[in-house]
């Protein structure tokens, strides 16, 4: 009997999703009554945060991208989180559309400190007087790199903030900034976030209006340049995983009606290189590679497992006998592949090598 192809396999449903909703902290397509001051209800991920305004902040239908409003910012706008905006030392996406009608004054896009002093963790996405229409990004409270692209007032962007594998990112309108900065350390906290007046009430009036903000947390969504969201964000997973679905990204298996909560069967996966300068050819949930010694690395994931009880499946890049490769280390962060050859060529015994063509998937719950 003929075997049907995978390629013929179809999933239906009647709902469209975003399968990565799970990873969404925050998500406000601000749409309501043009002038309210009070509205709640905004945020459609699964965290019901709650929008605070002071003078002037307000729904307004003056400038939309999606939907009825937008939120025009004018003095101080504050979303409270307990965990959402702290995004470790992981991947992360912060994007939102922004029309802006004056660079006159200096306001932030997105802004949050623990009172008015430099610290670890601390992150400011701003405008300034001294470089006007280009953002400014501060990510760790006084290291800061500045975008070479300068925007305009009087028209839409889509601003993406995005760190890749330890590689901070900015693109606009789906295009990247030719200016990145290297930062894998801590990356925001708990509490506050402020948009509008900066975080120690300094600063000018800002005016602009932001509509779409969504907040993705040990995701890196955009990679490479993209086409700008033509329509607003999706808020909610959908019923896609209501099937079993071979996804065409090859990272798992959807499986089950667990909701918002994706059960993979490969939970993690990478490619990488031990020679030389240690490198990620391709992965999955794993953000980076660390040269721990000889024969030894150390994979980090990008979102950390629940807990240490999984289990990895290794290998050396290759099929000779002679060479096998071991995990240790077993951590919720991260885990150790280790590369041996029982000869040196010149006795037998155990040595640590370095391989290329190196590879790891993590099975678990």
């Not at 909610?236 to 099937?243: E, H, R, W």
């Amino acid at each position: 009997m003929k075997k049907l192809p995978l390629d013929y396999i179809k999933t239906f449903g009647s709902t469209a999703g975003d399968d990565q909703f799970a990873k969404v902290t925050a998500l406000f397509n601000f749409d309501g009554s043009d002038g309210d001051t009070t509205a709640s209800g905004l945020d459609a991920s699964n965290k019901n945060l709650t929008v605070s305004y002071s003078s002037g902040d307000q729904l307004s239908n003056t400038q939309t991208k999606f939907g009825s409003t937008s939120l025009y910012v004018a003095d101080n706008v504050t979303i409270s989180s307990s965990d959402g905006f702290n995004m470790g030392t992981g991947d992360f996406t912060i994007e939102a559309w922004y029309y802006f009608t004056s660079f006159s004054n200096s306001f932030g896009h997105y802004d949050q400190w623990n009172g008015s002093s430099t610290g670890s963790g601390n992150v400011q996405m701003w405008n300034s007087t001294s470089a006007q229409g280009k953002i400014k990004w501060y990510y760790d409270g006084n290291s800061n790199f500045t975008s070479s692209t300068t925007m305009s007032t009087g028209q839409w962007y889509h601003v993406a903030y995005v760190r890749e594998s330890g590689t901070l990112k900015i693109y606009f309108n789906g295009t990247a900034d030719s200016n990145t900065q290297s930062y894998s350390s801590q990356f925001g906290k708990t509490g506050t976030l402020y948009f509008g007046d900066q975080h120690a009430g300094g600063g000018g009036a800002p005016q602009y209006y932001i509509d779409d903000l969504r907040i993705t947390k040990g995701l890196a969504r955009y990679t490479s340049n993209f086409t700008a969201p033509t329509t607003a964000h999706l808020s909610s997973a959908g019923d896609s995983l209501k099937n079993i679905i071979v996804n065409e990204d090859a990272d798992g298996i959807i499986v089950g009606t667990g909701g918002i909560n994706t059960a993979r069967i490969a939970k993690a996966w990478v490619r990488f290189d031990q020679t030389g300068s240690q490198s990620i050819d391709s992965s999955y949930n794993i953000s980076s590679v660390t040269d721990t010694n000889t024969g030894i690395s150390t994979l980090n994931f990008s979102t950390a497992m629940t807990d240490a009880n999984y289990s990895v499946v290794a290998t050396g890049g290759s099929t000779n006998a002679r060479y096998y490769a071991s995990t240790w280390s077993i951590g919720t962060s991260s885990f150790q592949v280790r590369n041996f050859s029982v000869y040196d060529g010149s006795s037998l015994g155990e040595y640590y090598i370095d391989r290329a063509d190196c590879s790891a998937i993590v099975f678990g719950n």
